[in-house]
């Protein structure tokens, strides 16, 4: 894609853009479209007002449903895998996006309890369907066409991302409009998501994918050879766990934020919009993160990461009113995806270039199973109390950012 055609795609209303997009059919756009499409999650700041209003499900039950589903996608990773292999990515995307279509239908349809796992087993398919071969597909696209590959990312991650940002308002305004009724609209978030998907699979047919003798590596199967070389190093094996346990009880805020807003009355329609702004503003601590990492230095910074976010925690569990309630929220989703690019950057230092991604696999397969085997316990203390709940995850996050802290090696003579 030419510098001259990006630059008028930046400038353009949108209409102009989608007939450019359609004039030019170019694979990388049409590939930016479908990241576009599949994170149009209208759902994404309402999901627990689904489960407790919708579906009438307490906190133990939903989090029940969402470790099925964390347990599913481990589960099914290696065998979704030969689809791309064996059929191509184009096909693995097309079917992972008409499975997540189907899936969000039946969320936004049905209520029984056994139906709602039915479809978060499928939508775990489709997820480990479309995971890592769209990365995959693209690479193989942004080769052919001889255009800079980070930048091609950079563009993909950056049309996703706007993707969030429109999805998560409109579906809360869409929640609080009073067009229809409040049950009613949050099972409507949840078909328009499926539409978006059913979109999303519809563009990926335009792709001319070229052929590829290389196989795609399953999540799992990377994870754990990831485990076997973070394990094999003293120090990275620390790292490691200060990382996968500390953003697996982080994690929860992402959940927790929706209850925390209702509690404080407000109103559905910014539920949204505190979502995405979170969003926002852990982008913009990304962006100072290099910055962050070399005045304060590698170590002090992953401390503060991990046990600010376990004082913010119980700060919201501890007191109540809008303003605390809200620097929790922030606080603690920001730092947890501020600590990514750290861990990144520790790579360097201890491992070969060859070996990084695979321990990066590892580190976040543990992160997975530490959350899936937190859930149904987080869940039962949510169901007799938010507070103790925001409490509990507090000073557990407190006491692992001592317990697994960074310390800097002594010099050698």
Partial sequence: ??????????????????????????????????????????????????????????????????????????????????????????????????????????????????????????????????????????????????????????????????????????????????????????????????????LAGMVILFVREPFTPSRREGFLRHGIEGCRIVLRTPRLRRFGINYAVISALTFFMFWFYQSLLGREKVPIEWFGFVGAGSNLGASLLLMAAPKIRKTMGENPALFLS??????????????????????AIFGVTMLKLFRAPLLAASMNTFLENEHRATALSGISMVERVLIALLYPIVGAVADSSLEASLIGLGILTVFMSFAVRMRNEPKRS
């Avoid at 950056?158 to 067009?179: E, K, M, R, W």
């Avoid at 009613?184 to 499926?194: M, S």
Wanted: aromatic letters at 14%; one cysteine or more; a positive charge.
């Fill in 1 to 198: 894609m030419s510098q001259a055609g990006i630059s008028s795609l930046r400038k353009a209303p949108t209409s102009y853009t989608i007939r450019w997009i359609m004039k030019r059919r170019s694979d990388v756009v049409i590939l930016y479209l479908f990241g576009f499409l599949k994170n149009l999650q209208f759902f994404g700041a309402l999901s627990v007002p689904f489960y407790l209003h919708r579906i009438g499900l307490g906190y133990g039950k939903m989090f029940i449903l969402e470790a099925l589903f964390s347990g599913a996608m481990m589960a099914l990773e290696i065998p979704t895998g030969v689809v791309a292999d064996r059929w191509g990515r184009k096909i693995s995307l097309f079917w992972g996006s008409a499975l997540m279509a189907f899936s969000f239908l039946a969320f936004g349809i049905v209520r029984a309890f056994w139906l709602l796992a039915a479809s978060e087993i499928l939508c775990a398919l489709g997820m480990t369907m479309i995971s890592g071969a769209d990365s995959a597909l693209l690479h193989e696209v942004a080769s052919n066409k001889a255009n800079d590959s980070s930048e091609v990312f950079s563009r993909y991650h950056a049309f996703s991302t706007a993707g969030l940002f429109i999805s998560f308002p409109l579906g809360s305004l869409i929640a609080g409009s009073g067009v229809m009724g409040y049950e009613a609209a949050l099972g409507f978030v949840f078909i328009l998501t499926a539409l978006s998907f059913a």
């Fill in 306 to 327: 991990s046990l600010l976010p376990g004082l913010l925690y119980m700060a919201s569990g501890f007191f109540a009113g809008l303003g605390i309630t809200l620097l």
